[in-house]
């Protein structure tokens, strides 16, 4: 079973910093996810990753398959970034479905 | 714009009363999966299908049942409800492959008194 940490747990930054969020995972996978989650809201895909690095808009999202380690990324961060960030890993075999962090909370204040 | 919907959004239920939550998508996907999220625990896979009459369990599959009948709904049954299974739960879809994206319904909340 691949165990899924996400750090930091919670996150509390001023508007316009850079923001990190780390993921880390125990055994090889096809794909890595990063979602973002609104209080109260739905799931939302960011990205999916199988190697190398994406970038939407002010999101980046990099994985590096050897040392099982991805991060995201928020440049010149806003209020609106506030959500929860979940990271979720597709194993190769066994189970299809994905396994999931726990999610980093952050609250990004003007 | 295809979709995945989820209904009810919101249930009350009693303990030991069968429930059943809807998940239907118009992606035409092969592969769905229900989830569960709860604090402390996050997002945790209770059944997936592959396919129409193909039906397999996840993490936290006991009692719950699914059944796939056709390629847009895949309904998650709480045979006898309990008070553990009182939590948010996200039905989703994939294409078929190994790197496709996974789309997610938007949840019901579900209370079981």
């Known amino acids: 079973k691949n165990e899924v940490e996400q750090s930091p747990q919670n996150l509390t930054a001023q508007e316009g910093e850079f923001i990190t969020i780390n993921c880390s995972y125990s055994v090889g996978i096809s794909a890595l996810h990063w979602l973002q989650q609104h209080p109260g809201g739905g799931i939302v895909s960011l990205f999916m990753?199988?190697?190398g690095k994406k970038k939407h808009g002010r999101l980046i999202a990099t994985i590096n398959i050897q040392e099982k380690h991805s991060s995201l990324h928020i440049t010149a961060s806003h209020p609106r970034d506030s959500a929860v960030y979940i990271c979720?890993?597709?194993?190769?075999?066994?189970?299809?479905?994905?396994?999931f962090g726990k999610g980093t909370h952050l609250i990004i204040q003007p | 714009d295809a979709e995945i919907t989820q209904s009810p959004r919101h249930k009350i239920t009693e303990t030991g009363r069968q429930v059943t939550l809807a998940c239907h998508q118009t992606w035409n996907h092969n592969n769905m999966f229900w989830y569960r999220q709860d604090l402390g625990h996050g997002l945790r896979l209770i059944h997936y299908?592959?396919?129409?009459?193909?039906?397999n369990k996840g993490e936290v599959s006991d009692g719950y049942s699914v059944s796939r009948s056709n390629t847009e709904d895949l309904p998650l049954t709480l045979e006898s409800a309990a008070s553990s299974q009182t939590s948010v739960y996200f039905c989703?879809?994939?294409?078929?492959?190994?790197?496709?994206?996974?789309?997610f319904g938007p949840g019901t909340r579900l209370t079981v008194l």
């Open positions: 989703a879809s994939r294409a078929g492959g190994s790197t496709n994206e996974q789309f």
């Open positions: 990753l199988s190697s």
């Open positions: 299908s592959y396919g129409v009459q193909d039906t």
């Open positions: 979720a890993v597709r194993s190769g075999g066994g189970a299809d479905g994905l396994t």
